[in-house]
């Protein structure tokens, strides 16, 4: 499994998938309301990274 530097990617959680459109609304969200650059999801343990802890509970929030 490939973590991701925590230095660069301090704010790494899972969310549980249920199933792949689940994740691809979460992943729309993500590319219409943040920069590229500020967030990544790793596929294989569906782990969710951003670099600002603002970022990580909005997108948190939306999820909920």
Not at 21 to 34: A, G, H, K, M, P
């Amino acid at each position: 499994m490939r973590v991701l530097n925590k230095k660069l990617w301090p704010h790494q959680f899972r969310l549980p998938v249920k199933d792949m459109n689940s994740t691809d609304d979460r992943i729309f969200w993500l590319r219409d309301n943040l920069n590229k650059e500020l967030w990544r999801f790793n596929e294989n343990d569906s782990t969710f990274c951003f670099v600002s802890k603002d970022d990580a509970v909005l997108f948190k929030l939306s999820c909920s």
